[in-house]
Nanobody, 117 residues
Framework: QVQLVESGGGLVQPGESLRLSCAASGSGFSTYHMSWYRQGPGQQRELVASITSYGSTNYADSVKGRFTISRDNAKNTVYLQMTVLKPEDTAVYYC???????????WGQGTQVTVSS
């Protein structure tokens, strides 16, 4: 089993930065594909950024150039560095892990990011 715990959310002003962390329990972290999703008020959950076990990254067009996903396998942690935050970035951000062999998906509980006007 894998447990994911997000942290780092909060209230910031437009243009400011924030770094989210997702700590994973258990073994096998280095083999998981990791992603950040978000869900704004009245919105569907959407993929924000992902990073594979081999380091390939992808970003939603809305955050490209502003957000950076990274991972530290020694710490079983994935990060989302968010810069130039905008009010439309306001959402609950969720960490997601996908086990590739014998596939299974895991979700964290989410952390709130609020960007004031």
């Amino acid at each position: 089993q894998v447990q994911l715990v997000e942290s780092g959310g909060g209230l910031v002003q437009p243009g400011e930065s924030l770094r989210l962390s997702c700590a994973a329990s258990g073994s096998g972290f280095s083999t998981y594909h990791m992603s950040w999703y978000r869900q704004g008020p009245g919105q569907q959950r959407e993929l924000v950024a992902s990073i594979t076990s081999y380091g390939s990254t992808n970003y939603a067009d809305s955050v490209k150039g502003r957000f950076t996903i990274s991972r530290d396998n020694a710490k079983n942690t994935v990060y989302l560095q968010m810069t130039v935050l905008k009010p439309e970035d306001t959402a609950v951000y969720y960490c997601n892990a996908v086990r590739v062999l014998i596939p299974r998906q895991y979700w964290g509980q989410g952390t709130q990011v609020t960007v004031s006007s």
